[in-house]
């Protein structure tokens, strides 16, 4: 299993660099130290915070950046709630400090594993906010 920089642990979780630091400094989370002595954090750690399985850093910048799409405007943020009603779910991000609401269908939310916490993009295209994972 893969151990991760504490800067692309942070990012998974959906944390700051500072905290997950303060979070090493505390034993919140576990790391190990490289012959270096730089800090490695497992990804059986990240997944314990984050809830979702980690996936290969080089994968997650390949999937951001590379797939063919003609949406131009694309941001990352954390989940901050998913609220799921009938057909559609709400669901909303902080981007920033800034709150983005999205209605999507309730199958792409289930189908994504939305939840509180999860790291995700929004796409932007004309008036309408799409999410993708």
Not at 39 to 68: F, M, Q, Y
Not at 118 to 130: D, G
Request: charged share 25%; with cysteine.
């Amino acid at each position: 299993m893969e151990n991760l920089k504490p800067k692309d642990a942070a990012e998974q979780i959906g944390i700051s660099y500072p905290t997950i630091k303060q979070w090493i400094y505390s034993g919140k989370i576990r790391s190990i130290r490289t012959v270096g002595g730089h800090h490695r954090i497992p990804a059986s750690e990240v997944e314990r915070l984050s809830g979702h399985k980690v996936r290969s850093t080089a994968i997650a910048d390949a999937d951001l950046h590379n797939d063919p799409i003609s949406v131009r405007n694309r941001i990352t943020g954390i989940v901050t709630s998913v609220e799921i009603q009938g057909l559609f779910a709400e669901v909303g991000v902080d981007v920033g400090g800034q709150q983005i609401i999205s209605i999507i269908t309730r199958r792409g939310c289930e189908e994504m594993g939305l939840k509180p916490g999860m790291r995700v993009h929004a796409l932007f295209k004309a008036t309408e906010v799409m999410i993708g994972r």
